[in-house]
């Protein structure tokens, strides 16, 4: 990118025209110093993914497990909790993004309230999802009720959160880098939410039944006051992780609330009248570029959203592994974080529409491999640790991407702000969205199936299910998702020439105030 920085300034005199050029012409003469962001501030920010990404990787990779194995909930009503929890999920997320949009800027900044005061709710809510109710009959409308309102109040955190990437700096490269950070710490904080609910619930002696034919053997003998002594402990368990858990979420929302301060817009605040939320998001909604990426990622998201909820399963029954998915799991999780570093310099070395096409598409071979291989623990590892590098490049890439999507609309609708939270909310609910099908349809195919709660081993139509829910169908949403990339506008010399021309507005109205003629000329030239 250094590379580049020469030939940009030389570039940017033929994008705008004379009346601008001449109102920036004296900040040229004695330039002022770009506002760098610390590492520490980056590193504050970064630190607030870690509660959505800890809580999301535990409820993503053994919710399901858990209704149907310890809470015990049959395989019909959980699909109905995990459906109906990911789309209300989805729903609250553009529900929020209109609130916050409708929020005025306070001494704490206009997102950040949301944070504060959505925690201490979430925590009681997580925690709650995780604990087993004495009365059976009701279970099931507990768990939708605790985990749809969960759901509610992360969003509460998340989307204001998301949307904050466009307030800790105005410099795209400041932006990208914060980015950078944010993803690794959030990859980390998937490797706690793995290693935190998967050691300590691996720990406890989980019970299965024997099979109906008896040729499985129960793990803990036929004894049943053995088999509801193991119970309680794999609950209480679960109700452990939930705890540590639950404290890490509040410790990160502290220190990104004492760490981060918004900063606004200069052209920002000279708006008279902000932009109803309607509007906005029919403009929002017509920007090409941003219906393009969010097709794209939405299918790819899907894809590993559909290996994610359906691993522990997979792991445990078709590979056989039962001991050993958590472990898994951690292997994935701890090759994604090692590997952020080196898809950040892979996107700003060789563009990130590239690094879409290599990062993702290496996921393929690996599922092939094991879609086809016999149960090896060895090679299981080795694929493990391959796939996170896959893992890594789709949690950097569409929150790097979508920054420069947000100024791109910016230059083309220059009095259109207070948008920001409608591009995140709706990125955010289509993919949330997504997951919920994949986890309601996929777990109604396991109860299809014959899926046997708690039991040992599964029939083989189960087994075949869950491989092919965690293999065939990501590589068609994979492949899917990458010929739509293919209509993606910006690449690396269209951001380039954002960057200068959102530049000359930011030091226009700063030095002057862009008159609006100004303004509406800049977006028409460009």
Known sequence: MAKGEGAESGSAAGLLPTSILQVGERPA????????????????YAVGGAPYQVTGCALGFFLQIYLLDVAQVDPFSASIILFVGRAWDAFTDPLVGFCISKSSWTRLGRLMPWIIFST??????????????????????WYLLFYCLFQTLVTCFHVPYS?????????QSERDSAT???????????????????????QADMPCLEDPDGSAVASEGANHTHSTTSLRETQNAYLLAAGVIASIYVICAVILVLGVREQREPYESQQAEPMSFFRGLRLVMSHGPYVRLIAGFLFTSLAFMLVEGNFALFCTYTLGFRNEFQNLLLAIMLSATFTIPLWQWFLTRFGKKTAVYVGISSAVPFLILVALMESNLIVTYVVAVAAGIS????FLLPWSMLPDVIDDFHLKQPHSHGTEPIFFSFYVFFTKFASGVSLGVSTLSLDFAGYRT????????VRFTLKMLVTMAPIALILLGL????????????????KKALQALREEASSSGCSDTDSTELASIL
């Open 163 to 171: 949307a904050l990437t466009m307030f800790i700096s105005t410099e």
């Open 180 to 202: 950078a950070y944010r993803m690794t710490v959030e990859v980390l904080g998937t490797v706690l939410g793995t290693a935190i609910q998967g050691q300590i619930v691996g």
């Open 391 to 394: 893992v890594a490049a789709a």
């Open 29 to 44: 003469q004695e330039p002022k110093k770009k506002k760098q962001l610390s590492i520490c501030n980056k590193l504050c």
């Open 120 to 141: 201490p709710l979430a925590i009681i809510a997580y925690f709650l999802i995780w604990f087993v109710p004495d009365f059976p009959q009701g279970q099931a409308l």
């Open 483 to 498: 010929l739509l990339f293919k209509l993606y506008p910006i690449d690396e010399e269209k951001r380039r020439q954002n």
């Open 454 to 461: 708690r039991g040992c081993s599964q029939p083989a139509p």
